[in-house]
């Protein structure tokens, strides 16, 4: 149930127990000699606050679902413009290429081949989804590669898909895939030493507006 229809909900039980309470008080003050006077009035408020919920709850469904359609629409009219847009279907995936030879061109060397490619889907997924699916792609730690080098590299494959707004998307993204170099770590603390350099690193800071295929070493590449 949506949080605001359970509201409606709340409201009724308050009602049902204020109009429990107001039978019980007016059975136990002795001023009234039967009880059918308040056990009907029970009922009535029973019914009059079990009519509010139904009205409620179906006047915030109806305005809901309505909301949702509308949200559904855009999103369809959005995929539309942007599959029918050429410059969407050429520019992309060069761009998602471009990532891929960046981060291979790092580290590519120091993984194993499922670790490749839970590297490559996360990528993907960070790139192109408001919603990535993420999944550790490291579980161990690896000689030579330090946290620092992996703050510097997510930094750059965050702000260069051209989704990423901040740099908590990216924290999310480190701590998510590298579960083994950010163990006791919180986003907060990645989020402000993603581009900190006074310390060992060897993977250069992308700065944010450069052109990342001129940071790929040659190392491998991949294509996913």
């Known amino acids: 149930m949506d949080r605001k229809s359970d509201i409606f909900e709340k409201i009724a039980y308050l009602g ?57 629409k855009k999103q369809i009219e959005q995929t539309a413009q942007e599959s029918s ?44 989804s408001d919603a990535p699916d993420l999944s550790p792609i490291l579980k161990r730690r690896i000689e030579g590669l330090g946290l620092y080098d992996l703050y510097h590299l997510c930094h750059a494959i965050g702000y260069h898909t051209g989704r990423v707004k901040n740099g908590s998307d990216v924290a999310h993204f480190i701590k998510v895939c590298f579960p083994a170099y950010t163990l006791g770590v919180e986003e907060s603390t990645i989020r402000c030493k993603l581009t900190y350099i006074d310390c ?24 996913g």
């Open 200 to 223: 060992d690193y060897k993977i250069p800071v992308v700065p944010k507006k450069a052109d990342i295929s001129q940071y790929c070493f040659n190392g491998e590449v991949i294509s």
């Open 85 to 128: 847009d050429p410059s969407y279907k050429v520019h992309f995936p060069n761009k998602l290429q471009t990532l891929y030879d960046y981060a291979f061109s790092h580290i590519g060397h120091l993984l194993e081949e499922d670790e490749k490619a839970e590297l490559t889907r996360n990528i993907r997924s960070f790139a192109t």
């Open 16 to 72: 049902i127990a204020i109009a429990t309470a107001k039978m019980y008080v007016d059975l136990h003050s002795g001023s009234i000699q039967s009880p059918l006077g308040p056990v009907l009035s029970f009922f009535i408020d029973f019914a009059l606050y079990y009519i509010i919920y139904r009205i409620g709850r179906f006047v915030w469904c109806s305005w809901s679902r309505g909301r949702t359609r509308q949200e559904v």
